[in-house]
């Protein structure tokens, strides 16, 4: 199957800092990706979708001025969590689609703590 | 949008039982897939599988497109079974839409 990594895998920032949070495919080039959070012991919720070379579309209830998303090739997207708080809590994990392709692949996701 | 149900919440069984996990969907769907999240929190990929049957091993799966409904079945089940085991869909196929997940079953496999 594609690989899709995330960097990095776990971050503590301080509340009020930034954060940026790569995803990456490995073995192929996508035009697409998506950006999902999972509370503890809860389903995973999708946030947006990361267009190459486009503005990315937000979920309804997605902040897109504290989640900011930019799809700078085809092979990176960044999610950065701004201001962030400790209600910004979570795991996110990305997926991305290969072309032609008819399943979607996660990356292992990253754990970040807002103190 | 979009629901996605699944039953049971939770599964506890022993080592070599067999098991079957059911998603409910409210709409016709092109994209239907089933994961293991492992401890760690990566998603595995188990099936893709908007309609018909599929084996892999120890787990099959059935979705009947026409009744909004898929099942998965594990069978003599191992303790590395153990996890949360979540349906996903999206009315496109393929790439074009995120996935709706359900709340997923818990299932622990005792030795």
């Known amino acids: 199957g594609a690989v899709v990594s995330q960097h990095p895998s776990r971050v503590i920032c301080k509340s009020g800092t930034s954060v940026k949070i790569e995803c990456r495919s490995l073995d192929f080039q996508a035009t697409t990706m998506f950006w999902y959070r999972q509370f503890p012991k809860q389903s995973l919720m999708l946030m947006a979708t990361s267009n190459e070379g486009s503005k990315a579309t937000y979920e309804q209830g997605v902040e897109k001025d504290k989640f900011l998303i930019n799809h700078a090739s085809l092979t990176l997207s960044t999610l950065t969590v701004t201001s962030a708080h400790p209600e910004d809590s979570s795991f996110y994990i990305c997926s991305a689609p290969p072309p032609g392709a008819t399943e979607q692949y996660f990356g292992p996701g990253t754990r970040l703590t807002v103190t | ?111």
């Open chain 2, 1 to 111: 949008g979009i629901q996605v149900e699944q039953s049971p919440p939770d599964l506890i069984l022993q080592e070599g039982a067999n098991s079957t996990l059911r998603c409910n969907f409210s709409d016709s769907v092109n994209n239907l897939q089933w994961f293991h999240q492992n401890p760690w929190g990566q998603l595995i990929n188990l099936f893709y599988i908007p309609s018909g049957t599929k084996q892999n091993g120890r787990l099959s799966a059935t979705t009947v497109a026409t009744e909004r409904y898929s099942l998965l079945y594990i069978s003599s089940s191992q303790t590395t079974d153990s996890g949360v085991y979540f349906c996903a869909v999206a009315y496109s196929g393929g790439g074009a839409d995120g996935l709706t997940f359900g709340k997923g079953t818990h299932l622990i496999i005792q030795p």
